[in-house]
């Protein structure tokens, strides 16, 4: 019997979650990756710590307990080990996807413009943001 493998997005999400948030709980990083995520798609909780104790048994991610008031929190924190593996893995996908992402989000965006075509303005928002972040990345040579 196979074993049925997920995705990588779900690793580089957790990755990225860590790099831009340390020092999260496990909850925490399912609620921000079920906000990324949004429909269809969308990671079981269940899921989330089993990649997370993957992540941890491969050196990629580290777990702290701390405690606070009446119970203790695992935290987890990105390891250096897991900023390397997380450009490594994601470099490639990133860079062929970059030139159409940056289209279709431009073109999103003038859509945007237009009154009566009903782009929701929270997307409108995150499709900005994501056009900027793209502006850095490429001003900085990063894809």
Request: proline share 5%; aromatic share 6%; glycine share 6%.
């Amino acid at each position: 019997m196979s074993k049925r493998k997920r995705p990588q997005s779900l690793r580089h999400l957790i990755l990225a979650s860590l790099i831009i948030e340390p020092n999260m709980h496990g909850y925490g990083i399912y609620k921000k990756i079920s906000y990324i995520a949004q429909a269809p798609w969308k990671p079981s909780i269940g899921t989330i710590y089993r990649v997370l104790n993957e992540l941890v048994s491969e050196g990629l991610i580290v777990r702290e307990e701390k405690p606070e008031a009446s119970r203790r929190r695992i935290i987890y924190r990105i390891s250096e080990k897991g900023v390397d593996a997380f450009l490594k893995e994601t470099k490639a996908p990133l860079t062929k996807l970059s030139g159409t992402v940056a289209t279709i989000l431009e073109a999103y965006i003038k859509l945007s413009d237009r009154v009566g075509l009903g782009v929701d303005p929270d997307l409108r928002e995150r499709l900005i943001k994501l056009r900027d972040i793209l502006m850095v990345c490429e001003s900085k040579k990063l894809l």
